[in-house]
Every structure is written in structure tokens, then in C-alpha cells.
């Protein structure tokens, strides 16, 4: 089970942490991702993982801005975001999949992130 939080409503410029309490999937052979769905958009965006061998990447919108981590140890995946834009806001999703070959993926249930011009 995934679950997500610590989205909100922020300035642009502004900074949020996401949480995703992921137990049992921050261990390998477990790759962990994050998504997001903006607004009147139909698919979900990739925005960054962390291999089963802790290897990250980023979505090129993203790069330099957010920062994925995980603790393994109190068994949640982050999402650290920076330098927040408009354009950032969306439902963001945590996901965990066997070494990111979206086999076997399992969803969050998303949190809402809002940043305001």
C-alpha cells in the first residue's frame, strides 16, 4: 500500500515536500516513482524514480528543482520541490514497480499540489 501526502497550496518560488508511506517497496528489488496529472490532462506524467540500486532520475521539467529520496528504514519515499511554478501544479502519485519495468506497479492515491502565480 501507497500513500501520499504532504501536498498543498503554495506561491510560485515556494518549496513542498511529498511523503509516500510505501511499506515493503523501498527495499529491493523495488524501483520507486513519482507521477503527477495536471489539470484537463488525461495521461500521468513521469517525473522521477529511484532504481532498486538507489540511481535517481529526473523528467527534464524537474531537473535541478526536485529531489527524490527514500528511508529505508522508516519505509517512505520523497519528493523534495523547489523553485515551485505554475506549471508544477497536479495530482502527484507515488508508484513502485520490479526494477522500473513497470511490472507488477502499484499506485498512491495522489495528493493535490497547487502553486499560484
Known amino acids: 500500500q501507497l500513500v501520499e501526502s504532504g501536498g498543498g497550496s503554495v506561491q510560485a518560488g515556494g518549496s513542498l515536500r511529498l511523503s509516500c508511506a510505501a511499506s515493503?517497496?523501498?527495499?529491493?528489488?523495488?524501483?520507486m516513482l513519482w507521477f503527477r496529472q495536471a489539470p484537463g490532462k488525461q495521461r500521468r506524467e513521469w517525473v522521477s524514480?529511484?532504481?532498486?540500486?538507489?540511481?535517481?532520475t529526473y523528467a527534464a521539467s524537474v531537473q535541478g528543482r526536485f529531489t527524490i529520496s527514500k528511508d529505508s528504514e522508516k519505509n517512505t519515499l520523497y519528493l523534495e520541490m523547489k523553485s515551485l511554478k505554475p506549471e508544477d501544479t497536479a495530482i502527484y502519485y507515488c508508484?513502485?514497480?520490479?526494477?522500473?519495468?513497470?511490472?507488477?506497479?502499484?499506485w498512491g492515491q495522489g495528493t493535490q499540489v497547487t502553486v499560484s502565480s
Open positions: 515493503g517497496y523501498t527495499s529491493s528489488p523495488y524501483c
Open positions: 508508484a513502485a514497480d520490479l526494477r522500473c519495468s513497470s511490472t507488477s506497479r502499484v
Open positions: 524514480r529511484i532504481s532498486n540500486l538507489g540511481s535517481t
